[in-house]
């Protein structure tokens, strides 16, 4: 088979106007880790990916470890602050070899004993590997970097602390970092710090998912000029409009279920009965009086 030709916008003189652009999507970086990749390496297949192509911690290990020794020790250190936060037993993080050249995280965790005791990622929890692995892709790169649901695998207490933890990362570096973030945790929304710009609503319609800005909602945007956060203001309107969706779509598909019993129906009673004229004015005055939504319920559950 003979390999595809490249797209007109491949070709380096077709795409000179908006190669701007493309080379900012490529700069985009994504990373999720997967603990278990970490904890357990030999029981995933993974040799077919690349560095570059590693967006769930296969090579993370390896990719720290290769990193030059000075870079790498300030990185550590900056995590090992920013942990604090989450991890205050966590003293030092430390990386090294063990005799078969394979890395491995260390962190001295204090405690009873006068010397602490030393664990390796193994015995790391999720919620500490999760956030070791995107506090140094904040610290590895300048680019837009896109952050798939931090929260998970960390207590409450912990995800209202990202924003403040990812703040305190990036405040000094030289070049200004976006960092998008994906999440269902209202937990994430707390921090005082976040606002009604800053949120994207995704919003599912017939027509597919619509994006809205939080604070272009007339309501939400009153309820944060208030005084309320970002999770007290969005996440529960939110809830009651969706709430209230589901409400009106159920009461289409009641009128649909009453439509069909009333012709249902009317065309038994027709057909076993003479004359049918007493059946069909039972019929007529069979939903009460009243808004829609009444006779719905009625005929529901009759």
Wanted: aromatic fraction near 10%; include cysteine.
């Amino acid at each position: 088979m003979h390999p595809l030709p490249p797209f007109f916008s491949e070709y380096l003189r077709a795409n000179e106007e908006f190669r701007e652009i493309a080379d900012f999507f490529n700069q985009v970086h994504y990373f999720h880790i997967v603990p278990q990749l970490l904890k357990h390496p030999g029981l995933f297949f993974n040799s077919g990916v690349t560095k570059d192509e590693d967006f769930f911690g296969f090579h993370f290990l390896k990719k720290i470890i290769e990193t030059p020794q000075k870079t790498r020790d300030s990185r550590l250190k900056k995590i090992e602050k920013a942990l604090q936060i989450a991890v205050p037993q966590l003293k030092e993080l430390t990386i090294s070899r063990d005799d078969r050249g394979v890395p491995h995280l260390e962190g001295l965790y204090e405690h009873w004993r006068y010397r602490g005791a030393r664990q390796r990622e193994d015995q790391f929890s999720d919620g500490t590997l999760r956030l070791i692995g995107f506090l140094w892709s904040l610290l590895e790169t300048n680019s837009m970097l896109l952050l798939e649901e931090p929260e998970l695998s960390l207590n409450s207490s912990i995800v209202s602390k990202i924003p403040a933890m990812i703040y305190n990362i990036t405040k000094n570096k030289k070049k200004k970092q976006q960092v998008i973030i994906s999440s269902h945790s209202p937990d994430l929304l707390s921090d005082e710090g976040i606002g009604g710009e800053e949120v994207l609503l995704m919003i599912p319609s017939r027509e597919g998912t619509k994006i809205e800005v939080a604070s272009a909602d007339q309501e939400i945007r009153l309820l944060l000029e208030g005084g309320l956060s970002a999770a007290e203001a969005i996440i529960p309107y939110r809830r009651f409009c969706e709430g209230r969706r589901v409400i009106m779509h159920g009461i289409r598909i009641l009128r649909h279920i009453k439509g069909n019993l009333e012709t249902g129906l009317r065309r038994s009673l027709n057909k076993f009965t003479h004359p049918p004229t007493r059946h069909q004015t039972f019929l007529k005055v069979w939903p009460p009086a009243g808004p829609p939504e009444a006779s719905l319920l009625f005929v529901a559950f009759h």
